[in-house]
Nanobody
């Protein structure tokens, strides 16, 4: 059973930056495509960015050019660098496989963008 633990969220002003981290408990995670997802208050969870085992990336239109997903397969980590943050980026952010596995959802990390 893989455990995924997200961290790095917080309160940031519009235009600011945050870097989210996702730690995987098992080394085999490196063979899987991974994704960052988010759920804003009152909305459904949505896919933000994905990265394959080989490092190919894809982004939702709403974050393209502002967010960057990366991974370190040696450290079993996935990252999400978020720049030029907007109030509409406020959400709980989760990492999971792509496509997601129900059993792997963690508690997420809260990102609040507000002045």
């Amino acid at each position: 059973q893989v455990q995924l633990v997200e961290s790095g969220g917080g309160l940031v002003q519009p235009g600011g930056s945050l870097r989210l981290s996702c730690a995987a408990s098992r080394s085999r995670f490196s063979i899987y495509a991974m994704g960052w997802y988010r759920q804003a208050p009152g909305k459904q969870r949505e896919l933000v960015a994905t990265i394959t085992s080989g490092g190919s990336t894809n982004y939702a239109d709403s974050v393209k050019g502002r967010f960057t997903i990366s991974r370190d397969n040696v450290k079993n980590m996935v990252y999400l660098q978020m720049n030029s943050l907007k109030p509409e980026d406020t959400a709980v952010y989760y990492c999971n496989r792509d496509p997601p596995v129900i059993e792997y959802w963690g508690k997420g990390t809260l990102v609040t963008v507000s002045s």
